[in-house]
């Protein structure tokens, strides 16, 4: 998911694109310990795609706490 499509998102929907992208890299992972991975790119692709969503999750977070 793009950076844009995460951003018109709200704070739920980003906790819960979060849980769903850890859920998925942590089965790529035991997919890689049983060696059923066939692509290992994969994995660096969902670990950014997790990192990308809590970034703007933690920007949602702080311009919703200096709007209080």
Same mark, same amino acid.
């Given at each position: #998911?793009k950076? =844009?499509?995460?951003?018109?998102?709200?704070? /739920?929907? +980003?906790?819960?694109?979060?849980? @769903?992208?850890?859920? &998925?890299?942590?089965?790529?992972? #035991?997919?890689? =310990?049983?060696?059923?991975?066939?692509?290992? /790119?994969? +994995?660096?692709?969902?670990?950014? @795609?997790?990192?990308? &969503?809590?970034?703007?999750?933690a920007?949602?977070? =702080?311009?919703?706490?200096?709007?209080?």
């Amino acid at each position: #998911m793009k950076t =844009a499509e995460l951003r018109q998102k709200d704070v /739920a929907g +980003l906790q819960a694109e979060v849980k @769903a992208l850890q859920k &998925a890299h942590f089965n790529l992972r #035991m997919q890689k =310990a049983t060696q059923q991975l066939n692509n290992t /790119a994969q +994995l660096s692709q969902t670990r950014r @795609a997790v990192a990308r &969503a809590k970034t703007v999750l933690a920007e949602k977070q =702080a311009a919703a706490k200096q709007g209080h």
